[in-house]
Nanobody, 125 residues
Framework: VQLQASGGGLVQAGGSLRLSCAASGRSFSSYGMGWFRQAPGKEREFVAGVSWSGGSTYYTDSVKGRFTISRDNAKSTVYLQMNSLKPEDTAVYYC???????????????????WGQGTQLTVSS
C-alpha cells in the first residue's frame, strides 16, 4: 500500500491540528496503521496505532489524552487528531502501514510495510 500524509503546519501551543494519511491499493482494512514522529536530533518514535477496524488504539504516554488516532476504511484514510499541542510535539510526522494482516503492534518492532512521506508539525510557544 502507498501512503500520502498531509495536514502538517505551524500552530501555536495549545492549538489543534489533524493529520491525514491516504492509502492507495487494495484491502486497506487488512493493514494495521500507525503514526510515528521524528524531532530534530532524535530518533523516530512510535506515537499511535490503530487496529484494522479502528476499534483498538494505542498511544505513547506523552500524547495520551491529547491525540486521537482513527481510520475510515471506506476512504482508505487514517487520521491523527492532535489537541493541546505543545512545543515538544514539533517533529516530522510519518504514517506507516503494517504488512498485510499484521497488527499495529508490529510497527513498534520495526516491522514496517510502508511509510508515508512525512509531514512537518511545528508548535510555537
Amino acid at each position: 500500500v502507498q501512503l500520502q500524509a498531509s495536514g502538517g503546519g505551524l500552530v501555536q501551543a495549545g492549538g489543534s491540528l489533524r493529520l491525514s494519511c491516504a492509502a492507495s491499493g487494495r484491502s486497506f482494512s487488512s493493514y494495521g496503521m500507525g503514526w510515528f514522529r521524528q524531532a530534530p536530533g532524535k530518533e523516530r518514535e512510535f506515537v499511535a496505532g490503530v487496529s484494522w477496524s479502528g476499534g483498538s488504539t494505542y498511544y505513547t504516554d506523552s500524547v495520551k489524552g491529547r491525540f486521537t488516532i482513527s481510520r475510515d476504511n471506506a476512504k482508505s484514510t487514517v487520521y491523527l487528531q492532535m489537541n493541546s499541542l505543545k512545543p515538544e510535539d514539533t517533529a516530522v510526522y510519518y504514517c506507516a502501514a503494517t504488512r498485510p494482516n499484521q497488527t499495529w503492534y508490529s510497527l513498534t518492532r520495526g516491522d514496517i510495510g510502508s511509510w508515508g512521506q512525512g509531514t512537518q508539525l511545528t508548535v510555537s510557544s
